[in-house]
Every structure is written in structure tokens, then in C-alpha cells.
């Protein structure tokens, strides 16, 4: 499966920004889809996952309670709403595919990877 990540930009502080994950090639609803991001100088860190049939997901606690993913089979497309955008939330972003029953949280598990999309968060 083909990712295309989008929906990135710079954004104040308390604001909102939604990623879009463009899937190709595959049965969409065959994958997990996760969000990771990598700010500068550090490792990947996972940000959240939906399961393949969309009704479960999971979040990394540094983003629950401000993030929601949801994904639209109809458009082969995964969303990450960010809302409360905070600085430290500064990084490019990445969205994955993992062929998996569970939901993985860890970015070994995960095969297809789609291009970054930069999100820059001003104080």
C-alpha cells in the first residue's frame, strides 16, 4: 500500500490542524493506520492508530485528549485532528500501515510508510 501524508503548516499555539493520509494500491480497510512524528534531534515517537475496521484506536499520552484519528473507507483516507496544538507538538509528521489484527504502537511493525508533512506550532 502507497501512503500520501498532507495537511501540515504553522499554526499558533491552542490551534488546529487536521493530517490527511491518502491510501493506493491495496485494500484499505486490510491495514492498521498510524500517525507518528519525529521532532528535531529526536527518535520517532508514535502519536495514535486506528484499527483496520475504524472503531478502535489508540493514542500516545502525549497527544490524548488533543488528537483524534478516524478513518473514511469510502475515500481510502486516514485523518489526525490535532486540536490544542502546543509547541512541543512541533515535528513532521508521518502516517503508516501496519497488516495487523492488533493495534501496534511501536514503528517496527509498521511496513508502508507515506512521505512527512511538516507541522510547526509558534508560541
Known amino acids: 500500500v502507497q501512503l500520501q501524508a498532507s495537511g501540515g503548516g504553522l499554526v499558533q499555539a491552542g490551534g488546529s490542524l487536521r493530517l490527511s493520509c491518502v491510501a493506493s494500491?491495496?485494500?484499505?480497510?486490510?491495514?492498521?493506520i498510524g500517525w507518528f512524528r519525529q521532532a528535531p534531534g529526536k527518535g520517532r515517537e508514535f502519536a495514535a492508530a486506528?484499527?483496520?475496521?475504524?472503531?478502535?484506536?489508540v493514542y500516545g499520552d502525549s497527544v490524548k485528549g488533543r488528537f483524534t484519528i478516524f478513518r473514511d473507507h469510502a475515500k481510502n483516507t486516514a485523518y489526525l485532528q490535532m486540536n490544542n496544538l502546543e509547541p512541543e507538538d512541533t515535528a513532521v509528521y508521518y502516517c503508516?500501515?501496519?497488516?495487523?489484527?492488533?493495534?501496534?504502537?511501536?514503528?517496527?511493525?509498521?511496513?508502508?510508510w507515506g512521505r512527512g508533512t511538516q507541522v510547526t506550532v509558534s508560541s
Open positions: 486506528v484499527s483496520r475496521s475504524g472503531g478502535y484506536t
Open positions: 503508516a500501515a501496519a497488516d495487523s489484527i492488533l493495534i501496534p504502537t511501536t514503528d517496527n511493525a509498521y511496513h508502508s
Open positions: 494500491g491495496r485494500i484499505f480497510s486490510d491495514y492498521v
